[in-house]
């Protein structure tokens, strides 16, 4: 299914931006602690306009927004 526009612009948005209105949740935070003490958190996210997922992550050194293509 093709990307929405709504998704097209998740994906380049800065890390403290809100998922976009169609995009929901899928299960609870990751919260992971590594090398960092502090840890960083991911969360899944799926659209229900085209279906793409979507993981927001706070690490510092990945994509706040990554999307997965199909
Ligand atoms: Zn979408």
């Known amino acids: 299914m093709k990307v929405c ?4 612009g998740q994906s380049t948005k800065s890390r403290n931006s809100k998922p976009h209105e ?3 949740k899928v299960d609870e935070a990751r919260i ?3 090398k960092n003490p502090r840890g960083f958190e991911e969360q899944d996210y799926l659209c229900m306009e085209c279906e793409s997922k979507f993981t927001q992550s ?3 050194n ?3 927004w990554t999307l997965w293509r199909g």
């Open 22 to 24: 169609n995009l929901i």
């Open 58 to 60: 706070t690490d510092k």
């Open 5 to 8: 526009d709504l998704c097209e």
């Open 32 to 34: 992971f602690k590594g």
């Open 62 to 64: 990945d994509l706040p």
